[in-house]
């Protein structure tokens, strides 16, 4: 992996060295292409969507989704993303207008590129990563219907069609996904202090973060005594999730309960000051009112307690992420309470945006962790990190 700054490989040199091994070749080339086969699936969205069309002539977004008859409230934030990512190819043109206004326009030879060649690229080099693909994919086949208002993007992602997709997304099978899971685990690990450990988890999902970290825990140090609670919206994820970590950790007391971090934590019997550690990867980013969970959160820790969450970080403001081709769909991403300085968007945030963020809400000792603003010069695309923060 070459650092665009230097042209050599700068893994070592910044990079922790526990992660190295994780960041090897092989997974830097699936992650590689799964970026690519989502551009050029935006590319076929732009056409499918009217948004070409629409952009013929100079056009800020808002005039292109008017222009492309699409649904103002629910296609702004997905049009938007998807000029700036085939602008940031050079795909389309982009200028700032007179009044600071972004401008974009169809170039001449907008290029026709198939999608499906790098699906069988990552099928040749590790089918491993293949969920990862179906769920851009399911995502990409829904967005005409989405931006023109036909069904929600919660209906889109989450219907009967996508259960099995996303239970084979959420799996540590699955390296794409499962990296996140690792980097929050070593980051967790590492904070937690000696001794008992009482554990939250929000958003944990089938329960694959759980079973990472608990694995972590058990390799990093003498046995322990863990009470594991595990909270997620969807009663059938956690079902799931503990049929699976039951088996897997036996000696671990859990308790399994839905939550919804949008609302009141007390709902899942969650007693202020009773956790050492809150735990979560890639839910953080999806709260309505970042500001009002991270009250809960905070609530919900004992004395220098410690936050850790794994999330895709925004290396630079306004960058377009590739994960966000599937995420804009839905409502709590593209509806967040907006707060200047630290909540400029929904959804993914830079590490100075988590950091302020963290410390207007009763945070301290925050690290992002690898360190994202040390890294982003040299590799640009890496996006992994966890976010790690005591209770002040």
């Known amino acids: 992996m070459h650092s665009q700054h230097s042209g050599n490989d700068e893994r070592a040199a910044l990079f922790p060295p526990e992660l190295l091994r994780h960041f090897d070749d092989s997974f830097i080339t699936s992650f590689g292409l799964l970026e690519e086969y989502i551009e050029r699936l935006t590319l ?30 629910l296609a702004l934030v997905p049009s938007s993303w998807i000029l700036k990512m085939l602008a940031s190819r050079k795909w389309i043109d982009t200028k700032v207008g007179a009044h600071g206004e972004r401008l974009y326009r169809t170039a001449q030879s907008l290029p026709v590129l198939d999608a499906d060649e790098i699906l069988e ?22 967005y005409p219907a989405v ?10 992602l989450f219907g009967p069609e996508g ?58 140090g003498p046995a322990r005594q863990i009470s594991y609670h595990l909270t997620d919206i969807s009663p059938l994820f956690l079902k799931r999730a503990q049929r699976n970590l039951a088996a897997r950790h036996p000696l671990c007391r859990f308790v399994f309960s839905a939550l919804d971090i949008d609302h009141a934590f ?3 019997a969650i007693a202020p000051a009773s956790c050492c550690l809150v735990y979560g990867v890639n839910v953080l980013h999806v709260a309505r009112d970042l500001a009002a969970t991270l009250s809960e959160l905070r609530s919900a ?11 895709y970080v925004r290396p630079f403001p306004d960058t ?34 988590w950091t302020a963020a963290l410390e207007a809400n009763g945070f301290k000792d925050i690290r992002i962790y690898p360190d994202i603003a040390a890294i982003r010069g040299a590799y640009p695309s890496f996006v992994v990190a966890a976010i790690v923060a005591r209770r002040a």
């Open 163 to 220: 259960i099995i997709p996303w239970v084979k997304y959420f799996s540590n099978d699955n390296p794409l996904y499962a990296i996140s899971n690792t980097v929050g685990a070593i980051a967790a690990a590492q904070a937690l202090p000696s001794g008992a450990a009482s554990i939250l988890e929000i958003g944990g999902g089938l329960g694959s973060g759980a079973d990472t970290l608990l694995g972590e825990l058990e390799r990093s």
């Open 44 to 73: 076929s969205l732009f056409r499918t969507t009217g948004l070409e069309a629409a952009c013929r002539n100079e056009t800020t977004v808002t005039q292109a989704v008017a222009r492309a008859g699409l649904t103002p409230g």
């Open 301 to 311: 820790l004992a004395e220098d307690g410690t936050l850790a969450m794994a999330e």
């Open 121 to 142: 690229r990552q099928r040749a080099h590790d089918p491993r990563c293949l969920p990862s693909y179906e769920i851009a994919a399911l995502a990409a086949a829904r």
């Open 266 to 268: 007390s709902q899942a």
């Open 320 to 353: 377009p992420l590739h994960l966000e081709l599937v995420f804009n769909l839905l409502s709590s991403f593209r509806e967040a309470v907006l707060v200047p300085g630290w909540r400029p968007n929904g959804g993914f945030l830079t590490p100075e945006q």
């Open 147 to 156: 931006l023109h208002g036909q069904i929600s993007g919660e209906q889109a």
